[in-house]
């Protein structure tokens, strides 16, 4: 498989145990018991900042790439494209909630806990369309030479979390992920 798909299915695989551990913490709120909010908190900015600047660009180039290749399907990367903008709206959305609880302003448990399901649901259906339609039809129509030109082109900075490790940055979640790992 080309780097620039290994990337991005590695980023996919451990988006989906950040995905696992949210709704962990939201069925806990759920439940009435008050979760890490600065876990959570790390969890957006992590998945905002990293999605933003590397794995969501780096999809788009592809798509795009698709797209001018010519395709019956263009319906999937349009959607896919739009929703990259999309979901930083639904996250900034679900950090404003959580940021009212902490800082005591009135708010409907269930209302926060929609919106953190809501963004939830969407990142697992985007990632689905994604993996199940969008990358195999990629895979089948882009060509070495397009692959290589996507892999200049693709940013390249480390994962905070999972490559070149910034534990000061995000303490509470690499500290949960790691007592995870041992677990």
């Known amino acids: 498989m080309y780097p620039v798909m290994t990337r991005l299915a590695e980023d996919h695989v451990r988006l989906a145990r950040l995905l696992d551990l949210f709704e962990d913490l939201l069925n ?4 009435g018991a008050e979760p890490d909010y600065e876990l959570m908190a790390e969890m957006l900015e992590y998945m905002d ?15 795009e790439r698709v797209l001018e290749k010519g395709t019956e399907r263009h ?5 896919l494209m739009r929703q990259h903008k999309a979901l930083g709206q639904l996250s900034k959305r679900f950090r404003e909630s959580l940021d009212g609880i902490l800082h005591e302003e009135v708010l409907l448990r269930e209302d926060v806990e929609a919106h953190g399901r809501e963004l939830i649901g969407t990142l697992r259906a ?3 369309l994604e ?5 195999p039809i990629a895979l089948e129509r882009l060509s070495e030479e397009d692959w290589a030109q996507i892999e200049a082109q693709a940013p390249t900075q480390d994962d905070p979390l999972f490559g070149t490790l910034d534990p000061l940055r995000y303490q509470a979640l690499y500290a949960r992920l790691a007592a995870e790992s041992r677990g």
Do not use: G, L, Q
Request: hydrophobic content about 35%; overall charge negative; proline content about 3%.
């Open 28 to 31: 806990r709120f759920h439940d």
């Open 49 to 63: 900042n990293y999605s933003d600047i590397v794995h969501h660009p780096t999809e788009d180039i592809i798509f």
């Open 75 to 79: 319906d999937v990367f349009d959607v």
């Open 126 to 128: 985007h990632k689905r």
């Open 131 to 135: 993996d199940e339609e969008a990358f």
